[in-house]
C-alpha cells in the first residue's frame, strides 16, 4: 500500500517508512516550493510544542530553522553567530522582563529619532528602515518606523 502524506519531512523518513514495510510517494521540490514547506513545517513544530509541550519539539523547531537559513544561503555557524550577537547586544530572556503598555506609550510618546523631512537623516532613515526589513530584522524595522 502506498501512503501519501503531502508534507515535508526529513531526509530519512521515507527509508524508515519502507523498513516498515509501507511504500510513499516522494518528489524533489524547488527551491522556492522547499522553502515554502519549511516555512509551514515551522509553523507545524511550533504548534506541536505549544499544544504538547514536549520538550523534543524544540529539537524539531531548531532542526526547521537552521534548514530555513541553509535555504536563505547561511550556514548553521553563521545562524549561531548572529544569534549570540543579537543577544550580546540585547540580552535573553533570562531576566524574565515583561513590558508593559505603560512602558510602550512611554516609549512612543519620547521623541527618539531626529527627522528632517527634506534633509539628508530622512533618507539615511528610509535607508535603515528598508535594510532592516530587508533582513527581516523585526525589532529594528519597528525602530526605524
Known sequence: MIKKYNKLVRDKIPKIIEENGQMCETEILSDER????????????CTEYQIDKNTEALADILEVVYAIANAR?????ELDRLRLAKANKNGRYKDKIFITNE?????????SLLYDKN???HYNIIS??????????????????
Do not use: F, P
Open 119 to 121: 534633509g539628508e537623516e
Open 34 to 45: 522547499y522553502l515554502e514547506m519549511l516555512e509551514l513545517k515551522l509553523s507545524e513544530e
Open 128 to 145: 535603515a528602515l528598508h535594510k532592516s526589513m530587508r533582513n527581516s530584522d523585526v525589532d529594528a524595522s519597528i525602530y526605524w518606523l
Open 73 to 77: 544561503g547561511m550556514t548553521d555557524g
Open 103 to 111: 512602558t510602550v506609550e512611554q516609549c512612543i510618546n519620547q521623541k
